[in-house]
C-alpha cells in the first residue's frame, strides 16, 4: 500500500461553504473503506490535505478526483506520492 497526498487548494470559498457536508460525508465514507490514513483543514483557511491510501497513483487519482469539492471546482487537486518517513 502507497501513501498519496491530496492538496486541496481554495479556488472559490463561497462554494466550497455550499459543498462542505458532502465533503466530509465524502471523507467520511473513504476512511470506513480504509482509503484515507489522515486528513484535516489548514487552519489559516487555505485549505486542506488528505492521505489517501492506494495501490497507485491512478487509484489515489481516481478516488481523490471524486471529492465533491474537486468534482465542483470549489478546490483544485494536487496529488503526489508520499514516502512516509516515522521518526524511530
Known amino acids: 500500500m502507497k501513501f498519496f497526498a491530496a492538496f486541496l487548494p481554495m479556488r472559490d470559498l463561497e462554494k466550497s461553504q455550499e459543498l462542505r457536508p458532502a465533503h466530509v460525508q465524502f471523507l467520511d465514507n473513504m476512511e470506513l473503506e480504509g482509503k484515507i490514513f489522515a486528513r484535516g483543514r489548514f487552519a489559516d483557511g487555505a485549505g486542506g490535505l488528505i492521505i ?11 478516488v481523490a478526483e ?9 478546490r483544485s487537486l494536487e496529488l503526489h506520492e508520499w514516502e512516509m518517513k516515522i521518526p524511530e
Open 66 to 74: 471524486s471529492d465533491p469539492y474537486v468534482k465542483s471546482g470549489a
Open 52 to 62: 489517501y491510501k492506494a495501490e497507485s497513483f491512478d487509484a489515489a487519482k481516481k
